[in-house]
């Protein structure tokens, strides 16, 4: 949590990251006021690795209708569905996502077109799993210099498959501290 440090003035209005405890103890220290996203990949895979094979399927298929919900009501209502359907069977799964319950619905609360973006961290992860499978291969064989150079040019080069940040320009909204619900901006009313 260094971007303090590195001249970060202003609380994120969302983090977003996968079950990095440190992280999440740190996150309310440094930043009160940013809300929690919790991995959506991670939290299901780390459901489905308490579930046997033969369940998996179906409990992907239900965790999808979870978080792919349209509105955060119906996201609960499936949250309750899978809860409900493998409770007695798959006590630890279930225990496993009711975890993290709290984190895992932040998303509703921003605009829809950026949800897509923020119910994962794989687009961010997907990167450095290239720039640590490099460094690893060539570990010991460069200079600082050469290795950084390598990394940026890593970085350089998968920058362009990156998809545009989807209604970019509702950023300005969320920093204005404008509300929204289910993903629709909320039109304040007059007094």
């Not at 001249?7 to 930043?31: C, R």
């Not at 291969?137 to 990394?151: D, E, N, Q, S």
């Not at 940026?152 to 998809?163: D, S």
Request: glycine share 6%.
């Amino acid at each position: 949590m260094e971007l303090k440090s590195r001249g970060l003035e202003t609380d994120p209005k969302l983090a977003i990251a996968d079950g990095a405890l440190g992280f999440w103890k740190a996150l309310p220290q440094i930043f009160p006021t940013t809300r929690a996203q919790r991995c959506w990949v991670h939290k299901t895979i780390n459901v489905l690795d308490k579930m046997p094979k033969s369940v998996r399927q179906q409990a992907t298929g239900m965790m999808r209708d979870i978080y792919m919900a349209e509105t955060k009501g119906r996201a609960l209502k499936a949250y309750q569905v899978f809860i409900d359907s493998f409770d007695e069977k798959y006590p630890k799964a279930v225990a496993c996502l009711q975890d993290d319950e709290e984190v895992l619905f932040s998303f509703y609360d921003m605009p829809a077109a950026h949800w897509q973006h923020i119910r994962s961290t794989n687009v961010i992860e997907s990167v450095f799993a290239t720039v640590r499978l490099r460094t690893k291969k060539t570990k010991g064989c460069c200079t600082r210099l050469a290795t950084l150079t390598m990394v940026f040019k890593l970085v350089q080069e998968a920058e362009k498959g990156w998809r545009r940040l989807r209604g970019w320009r509702k950023l300005v909204l969320i920093r204005e501290g404008r509300r929204f619900v289910d993903g629709v901006l909320q039109e304040e009313t007059a007094a």
